[in-house]
């Protein structure tokens, strides 16, 4: 008992002097899964973030918009891979995490439940999606768990570029014809509201908050990560002549912070629950590709156990 | 058809072959039996893409007819494309897909191994440039043809009917088009004569190597790519494909 008593002690002693958790440390057990669930649901997320966009690469519109766009989603895919084996040196593999998602055990990032219906969704996503992602990413770059903070920084660079392909396809569209327009601020007006619910639920709502803030797994709250996205991103919005779709934004001179109207948390809610426009196609898409691939994996090890065994 | 003319056909082959087959690759996005098949995949798709970027640009300014890499990819009906057919085929089942990949593979590498030496610089830097990629693919693809061929019973079953299938077009890569006579006439590219013997002689060692029959082929009737003379499949493609581009023709991207 006073051994774990130390061993514990020892753990917060090293967070308190800012020491990064690596995976041959003791960790506490909640520490360990709080760890498993965040980086899992991240990886998930990369996962299933492969097909709102996957959806449009066939009818991108030029061929640089598709080489771009295609190598956007391999980045997700690497991204996942990348994620996935951090999460392994916590002690889970990979198979047992995917089937937890595949059984509805794990979630991923509800934006990924909405339905990309034009190709000014790409430019959204880039823009907002990955945006908001940077943000949240930025702040786990520097959070205590060694090689989650070192996949982050990774990350976070090929997100950086994501997020400016985005903001070029909407900039691009928004010189164009009227139509384009339209087509832009029509993404953006989908996009915004889901991307503000990205940081997860407003600061007294948010279940896990505290213990990943004690073990400064997250460095920031869901509020204050939203604000910085906010603030940094309405000024793009009007560089490009986007109109946010929030009647109720405004700057607030005395604070230097744009003042926003209330998030719609029943959506939130239900969207994680299940009932958004995209939940059941998404899961069938990814329990399928896994599902059809299941003989290319066995053949992998019946050939590896003749050969290399 | 002059020498111009026929230049500009030959890139089109390769470029519309380049462009339909990572076209179909770009399909598996997501959607592969392991992650790292869904990197490998695009990252096929991408050099394709590449590809035929480069070569339909220079089609475009052989021409002189003020058509760019988009205007050729988006703005030709089905009969202006010269891709080979196999590379419109639906991507089917992973073995099927590895198959065109792995069968189609083999045909670039001996093809841009010949242009390595084409009189024509461009022709010439685009092989050298291309053949690197292709070389990867094959061996991407043949490793799998392997694993799956000397794997399970059901993997083995699946890639011999794959080849066997895919043994239906195999013919139609060699069919000698009019541009690539002229082009050999005229010295601008080497003799192409071995190209079907060098092939057959890769894919078979990969075949025996995994444990599986050569495929016989047998495809009088399945040929024409080269000429524009499509399946059906190409149609559909191109309908997604061309989409936005057809539907909002004056916007720009």
């Known amino acids: 008992m006073s051994e774990t008593i130390s061993k514990e002690q020892a753990f917060d002693q090293k967070l308190a002097n800012g020491q990064v958790i690596e995976p041959k440390d003791w960790m506490p057990e909640r520490y360990r899964n709080q760890l498993i669930r965040m980086m899992s649901q991240h990886a998930h997320s990369e996962v299933v973030g492969m097909l709102p966009e996957g959806n449009w690469i066939t009818r991108a519109p030029s061929l640089e918009r598709k080489l771009v766009l295609l190598a956007k989603v391999q980045d997700e895919a690497g991204h996942a891979l990348y994620i996935y084996s951090a999460t392994e040196t916590l002690g889970v593999d990979r198979k047992e995490l995917i089937d937890q998602l595949h059984e509805g055990k794990a979630k991923y990032s509800s934006i990924f439940n909405y339905p990309t219906l034009t190709w000014a969704d790409m430019g959204a996503i880039g823009w907002l999606v990955d945006g908001a992602a940077i943000v949240n990413q930025t702040a786990l770059a520097k959070c205590s768990y060694g090689p989650y903070s070192r996949a982050m920084i990774r990350i976070c660079k090929e997100e950086n570029f994501h997020n400016k392909q985005g903001y070029q396809i909407l900039a691009r569209m928004m010189q164009g014809t009227e139509v384009q327009k339209k087509m832009a601020q029509d993404a953006v007006n989908r996009w915004w509201w889901p991307s503000l619910m990205m940081f997860g639920p407003t600061d007294k709502d948010s279940p896990n908050s505290a213990d990943l803030m004690k073990w400064k797994v997250k460095l920031h709250s869901n509020d204050d990560l939203r604000q910085r996205f906010i603030d940094r991103t309405v000024p793009q919005a009007d560089a490009i002549g986007i109109k946010i779709p929030d009647p109720e934004l405004k700057y607030n001179e005395k604070t230097r912070h744009y003042e926003f109207g209330q998030i719609n948390w029943d959506e939130f809610y239900s969207v994680i629950r299940g009932n958004g426009p995209c939940n059941h196609e998404r899961m069938k898409a990814r329990t399928k590709a896994h599902k059809d691939g299941k003989w290319v994996r066995e053949a992998v090890e019946a050939y590896a156990a003749k050969h290399f065994n | ?253």
């Open chain 2, 1 to 253: 058809m002059t020498k111009q003319e026929a230049l500009v056909d030959f890139c089109l082959q390769i470029g519309d072959t380049s462009l339909i087959h990572g076209q179909r690759l770009a399909e598996w996005c997501g959607h592969a039996p392991i992650l790292e098949e869904d990197i490998a995949l695009t990252n096929i798709s991408l050099d394709l893409i590449g590809q035929a970027r480069m070569i339909l640009t220079y089609a475009g300014q052989t021409e002189n007819k003020h058509r760019d890499e988009d205007k050729l990819s988006f703005h030709r009906d089905a009969w202006d494309f010269r891709n080979v057919l196999i590379a419109e085929l639906p991507n089917g089942d992973f073995a099927f897909t590895m198959g065109k990949i792995f069968l189609l593979g083999f045909y670039m590498k001996n093809l841009f191994t010949v242009l390595s030496n084409s009189k024509d610089p461009s022709l010439k830097a685009f092989a050298e440039k291309s053949l690197k990629e292709v070389i990867y693919h094959c061996r991407h693809a043949a490793d799998w043809v392997i694993r799956l061929g000397d794997g399970t019973i059901e993997s083995k079953e699946r890639m011999q009917k794959a080849l066997n299938e895919l043994a239906l077009y195999t013919d139609d890569l060699f069919e000698v088009s009019e541009s690539e006579k002229i082009l050999v006439q005229e010295k601008l590219i080497p003799s192409l004569a071995d190209l079907k013997t060098n092939w057959s002689h890769d894919i078979a060692a990969v075949i025996t190597q995994a444990t599986l029959k050569l495929p016989q082929a047998n495809n009088a009737l399945r040929l024409g790519g080269k000429a524009g003379l499509h399946t059906e499949h190409l149609g559909h493609i191109l309908s997604d494909m061309q989409f936005l581009q057809r539907a909002y023709p004056d916007a720009k991207w």
